[in-house]
C-alpha cells in the first residue's frame, strides 16, 4: 500500500515534463527533485518502522503461543488494533477466529460487538484489566501481557467467591456486584445468610452470618423452610412474595424473590422495597371501600326515603281527619316525629355518599357565621368559648346554606368533646390566592382563588394512627353511646360535593385544626323579590273552571297513593302514572289538559327526566316539580336545563307536596326549589 503513495510524485513530475517539457525552469526541477528525495526518505523511514513494529509482533506472538500452549480454555492473543493473532488449541476447536477482528467474539452476546471490544481494548492498553460478563453466565477476561503490546482474552467460568466470615464492608463481602443497587442475599441451603450485600443491609439493618431469613421478614403465610425447598429443587414459579421487616428502621415491605442454579446449595433473594407501592395500594382498597360503601348507602337511603315519604304521608292524611283532643293524635304525632328523626339520619347517609339534595347559593359568610354564632354557643356550653375573626374583604362562596351551617356545627360540637375542661374554638375566614397547585394530605388543590374556613381548638388532639380515619363513616373516638360516627364523614360530604376540600391537622395534648378550602365567587347584585301573590281562596271555594290538573307520575304505589290523595283533598285533579312510559301514553291524547307534572326522578325503564323532555315537544310550558331521595351525579351533571323545573327532596310532608305544587302553578317560591336560575338541570 506504501508503494503508490512513494510513487505519487515520481508519476506527477513525469507527466508534467511530458506534457509540457519547455515550461519548467530548472530552479523549479532542483527543487522538485529535493521534495522527492526528501519524500522518499520520509517513506522509507515509516516503512521500516512498520517492518520493524511487524517483526517485533510477530516475535512476541510466537512467545505468546508457546503460553497458550498450556491454555486450558479458550483463550486468544490480540494485538494493539484488535486483530487476532493466535489461539488455544482449545479455541481452535471450537470456532477458527485467527485473524479475524476481536469484536468477532463478542457477536452472540452484545448488540454493538464493536463497540464493546473498542471499550475492552483500550482498558488493557491502558494497562487496565477489563472483566465483561456474557449472557450465559460466563465472562471474557483480558490483560496485558508483560512488556509487549499484546492482550490475552480468555474466556471463563466465574470462580466460587469464599465466603467471608464476617459480613463486613462491601469489599469484604463474597458478591462481584457489590457495587449494583440492587439488593442482594446469598443464602445457604437451609435459608441462613452467608452474604449480604450493603443496598440489602441498608433495607435490613446489619445482617449477621448465619442469620435465619426468617429472622430478618415476617414469612409468606407458609414456614419459610418450605419455600427455600421449593426454590432449591427448581419448584419454585419465581413470583416473588411481599413481607414485612423484622428488622431495622423504618418498617418496610420488601418483595423477595428467590432463585438457585439447579444441583446448587446456595440460593440468592433480591429484595426490592415496595413501601410506597403498598401504601398506594392501601389508600386505592381505602378508596374503594368509601366508593363501596357511599353507593350502598346511597341506595339504601333512596329505598328508605320511598317508605318514608309512605309514612309521613299517610300519617299527615290521618293528622287531617283529627284534632288535638283526639286520643289517636298524641299516637300519630309521635309516629310523624320518628319519621322526621329518621330521615335526619337518611341525609346523614346521603351526605356521605354525596348524593343528597343541595340548593347551592351565594352565602356571605359573614353574615351566615353571624347568624349562626348564637346557636353555637348555645351548643358549646358556658365553659367553652367561641370566637369567629374574619377577612374584611371576604368574598362569597356557593354552598347549600342549610348544609353548610350542618358542617360547621359538626366541627364545632367535636372540639367541645375534646376539650371537657372548656376552652376556645376559634372559627376564622380569609381570602387565599393559590399560584400553583397545592398538595396537602395526598390531596391537590388547583390553583386559583378560594376562601379558607379555619376551625380549631384546644383540646386533646387526635392520635396519629386515628387521624387518617376520621372521616370514616361510623368511626368514632368517643365512647360507646356519645357518637355516631357520621359527624366528621357527614362533613366530608357535604364538603366535596360542593366542590370544596377540608383537611385536618392535629397534636395529640395541643389541639386540632380542621381547614376548608372553598372557591371564592363574585357577588351578584341582589334581585328584586317579587311581590307577595294574594292570599289565594280556600280550595272547596274554587270554581269549577279553575281546577288545576296533575299529572302524577310515581312507580312507588304507596307514595303515589299518598300523593294523589293529598293532592285531591286540596282541589286538585289528579291523573296517576306508574310509568314514564305510560305518562307519555296519557299525553298523547291531545285534548287532555295537564297543568302540571310532579313526577319521580329514578323509575323503572323512562326515567323522569327522559319523559318530560319528550312530553315538552308537545306541551311546551308545563310546569314540572321532580321528586327524588337523591340526585344522582349521572342526572345532575352537564345536561340542558329544563325550564320551569322544580324540585322536591323526599322525604316530604303532605302541606310541603300541596305547598310546592300550589306556588309553581302560582309562580310563587316554596318548599320546592330550582337548582339554578329557574330551571333544573337533569340527564
Not at 443497587?181 to 452474604?195: E, F, H, K, M
Not at 413501601?275 to 357511599?294: R, W
Not at 341525609?347 to 356521605?352: K, N, S
Not at 378560594?450 to 386533646?460: A, E, F, H, K, L
Request: net charge negative.
Amino acid at each position: 500500500m506504501m508503494v503508490p503513495v512513494l510513487m505519487l510524485p515520481t508519476i506527477i513530475g513525469a507527466l508534467w515534463l511530458a506534457l509540457a517539457p519547455g515550461a519548467v525552469p530548472a530552479r523549479v526541477l532542483v527543487v522538485a527533485g529535493t521534495a522527492a528525495v526528501a519524500w522518499y526518505l520520509l517513506g522509507g523511514i515509516f516503512a521500516g518502522q512498520r517492518l520493524l513494529s511487524e517483526l517485533t509482533v510477530m516475535r512476541q506472538v510466537r512467545s505468546a503461543r508457546r503460553m497458550l500452549a498450556d491454555e486450558p480454555g479458550c483463550a486468544w492473543i490480540v494485538d494493539a488494533r484488535g486483530a487476532i493473532r493466535a489461539q488455544s488449541a482449545e479455541a481452535e476447536r471450537m470456532q477458527d477466529m485467527a485473524g479475524r477482528d476481536a469484536a468477532a467474539l463478542l457477536t452472540r452476546h452484545r448488540a454493538r460487538p464493536a463497540a464493546a471490544a473498542a471499550g475492552l481494548l483500550a482498558r488493557v492498553s491502558d494497562d487496565r484489566p477489563a472483566r465483561l460478563p456474557l449472557g450465559d453466565g460466563t465472562r471474557l477476561t483480558a490483560r496485558r501481557l508483560p512488556g509487549t503490546e499484546l492482550q490475552l482474552w480468555r474466556h471463563e467460568a466465574p470462580r466460587p467467591e469464599t465466603v467471608p466470615s464476617t459480613l463486613g464492608p462491601a469489599t469484604d463481602a463474597g458478591f462481584d456486584y457489590l457495587t449494583l443497587p440492587i439488593a442482594l442475599v446469598d443464602l445457604d441451603a437451609s435459608g441462613r445468610v452467608l452474604t449480604a450485600n450493603p443496598a440489602a443491609q441498608a433495607l435490613l439493618g446489619p445482617v449477621a452470618r448465619g442469620t435465619f431469613l426468617g429472622d430478618l421478614v415476617e414469612g409468606p403465610g407458609r414456614p419459610l423452610g418450605d419455600w427455600i425447598a421449593e426454590v432449591r429443587e427448581g419448584r419454585d414459579t419465581g413470583r416473588g412474595e411481599v413481607l414485612q421487616t423484622r428488622t431495622g428502621e423504618p418498617e418496610r415491605a420488601l418483595q423477595v424473590t428467590m432463585g438457585a442454579s439447579p444441583g446448587s446449595d446456595r440460593i440468592v433473594a433480591v429484595l426490592t422495597d415496595v413501601s410506597a407501592l403498598k401504601t398506594l395500594e392501601a389508600q386505592f382498597v381505602q378508596s374503594q371501600k368509601m366508593q363501596a360503601i357511599g353507593q350502598l348507602a346511597g341506595g339504601i337511603a333512596h329505598d328508605f326515603n320511598n317508605l318514608l315519604t309512605a309514612i309521613t304521608g299517610h300519617c299527615d292524611l290521618l293528622m287531617l281527619r283529627r284534632d288535638n283532643t283526639d286520643p289517636d293524635y298524641a299516637d300519630l304525632h309521635q309516629i310523624s316525629q320518628n319519621a322526621n328523626r329518621a330521615a335526619a339520619l337518611v341525609r346523614q347517609l346521603l351526605a356521605f355518599s354525596r348524593k343528597q339534595t343541595l340548593t347551592p347559593q351565594l352565602i356571605d359568610l359573614r353574615h351566615a357565621l353571624s347568624d349562626l354564632s348564637h346557636l353555637l354557643n348555645r351548643l358549646v356550653g358556658e365553659r367553652v368559648v367561641v370566637t369567629v375573626t374574619h377577612d374584611p374583604s371576604l368574598r362569597p362562596i356557593r354552598a347549600d346554606a342549610r348544609q353548610f351551617e350542618q358542617v360547621l356545627m359538626n366541627l364545632v360540637v367535636n372540639a367541645r368533646d375534646a376539650m371537657p375542661g372548656g376552652g376556645e374554638v376559634a372559627i376564622r375566614t380569609e381570602n387565599v390566592r393559590l399560584r400553583s397547585p397545592l398538595t396537602l394530605e395526598r390531596a391537590s388543590i388547583p390553583k386559583g382563588e378560594y376562601v379558607r374556613i379555619t376551625v380549631s381548638d384546644q383540646g386533646c388532639g387526635i392520635p396519629p394512627e386515628a387521624l387518617d380515619k376520621i372521616f370514616d363513616p361510623f368511626f368514632t373516638t368517643k365512647k360507646q353511646g356519645e357518637g355516631t360516627g357520621l359527624g366528621l364523614s357527614t362533613a366530608y360530604g357535604i364538603v366535596k360535593q360542593t366542590g370544596g376540600y377540608i383537611f385536618c391537622d392535629s397534636v395529640p395534648g395541643e389541639g386540632t385544626t380542621f381547614t376548608l378550602y372553598f372557591p371564592a365567587q363574585h357577588a351578584r347584585p341582589a334581585a328584586a323579590k317579587p311581590a307577595p301573590a294574594p292570599a289565594s281562596a280556600p280550595p272547596d271555594d274554587l270554581p269549577e273552571e279553575r281546577r288545576r290538573t296533575v299529572l302524577l307520575v310515581e312507580d312507588e304505589a304507596p307514595v303515589r297513593a299518598f300523593a294523589a290523595r293529598a293532592l285531591k283533598l286540596h282541589g286538585f285533579d289528579v291523573i296517576e302514572a306508574d310509568s314514564g312510559e305510560r305518562a307519555i301514553e296519557i299525553l298523547s291524547d291531545a285534548a287532555l289538559a295537564v297543568d302540571i307534572f310532579v313526577t319521580d326522578v329514578v323509575m323503572p325503564g323512562m326515567d323522569g327526566p327522559a319523559w318530560v323532555r319528550t312530553a315538552l315537544h308537545t306541551r311546551e310550558g308545563t310546569r314540572v316539580i321532580f321528586m327524588s331521595g337523591y340526585m344522582e351525579a349521572t342526572l345532575s351533571d352537564g345536561n340542558a336545563t329544563i325550564p320551569n323545573a322544580l324540585f322536591l327532596p323526599k322525604p316530604f310532608s303532605l302541606s310541603d307536596l300541596v305547598a310546592s305544587v300550589e306556588s309553581h302553578l302560582a309562580g310563587r317560591p316554596g318548599p320546592a326549589q330550582p337548582a339554578d336560575g329557574g330551571g333544573l338541570a337533569l340527564q
